[in-house]
């Protein structure tokens, strides 16, 4: 178009196609961040969906731009970015821990990674995949493999009566379930291909490439897990969260409470409830420990809040009646 820059700027590559917010997104990260001088009027001009364009004349001289938030971030497109950022920094450090014993960032990314190139090799890609598990660090592994292999999880309640999780499995018809050994009989019996976290995270180290040539094809619209109603009227219906959601969630949360590594989170929502994505994906994205507290403490409030106590819990996303009852009782 025979045009400079300066007259002609652009944000594609910082920012992909952000839709109806692109001009006020570039407007904001030119001017915010004086990266070029305010002009006092403009013409401004866009186009959709085949031929259809639009342009207004505008006059700048008394608007103010603030520079974009979270700018590093805005070209994250899949949450396991997180995890790859976190690992670097903090290997060795407990990711999650579980009544049966704990996981480190570099253990959890390493099993990741062989869930994601099973996943690869099954040409499972865009797809659900059920995690039939105990709440346990092997389910938020597990759900990170999927996510690497540019797949989705779905958690499923082993509490769950057959009937219920035979409507929701009809619904997706998954390429996967994964399940530990205790279940996997009657995982089986569902008919659908079925494979131990076990089995999978004893394999060899992965193949980063195989895995990224997956994980590379995805868009941050794209699903990272979906969970089910209860059915109370009818067959469960699926709710789908892209990662774009759980990303701009995430950083939120992060510069909101000022989360750092140092935290202790306290983990009470199942995790095919939806308040359990702040917890997963606040350990993922800032090196914090998930605690996954013993469903049975939440019987005792007194009970509970010795267990916090004891474990150094930092910060719990606790339920109403839950965290009225703890307020009785001396907290740290």
Known sequence: MKSTPEKFPTNMKEYGNTGCSSIPLLLCDLYGDKQMSQPSRAILCAFGVGLTCGSMATNFSKTHFYAPVNKKNSMRKNVTEYLDITEGLYSEKIAVEDANGCITFGEMKRNALKIAEFCVEQNIFKQPVCVYLPKSKEMVTSFVGTNYSGNFYVPLDIKSPDTRIRNILATLNPGLIITDEEHKDQVENFGLPTVTVGCLCSRKEADLSVVESARSRQIDTDPVYSIFTSGSTGIPKGVVISHRGVIDYIDWAVDTFHFTADAKIGNQAPFYFDNSTLDIY????????????????????????????????????LGSFCACQCGQFQYF
Not at 291 to 316: G, R
């Open 282 to 317: 606040l350990m993922m994205a800032t090196g914090a420990t998930l605690n996954i507290i013993p469903e049975s403490n939440f019987m005792f409030p007194a009970k509970l809040v010795d267990y916090l106590n004891e474990h150094h819990v930092t910060f719990c996303f």
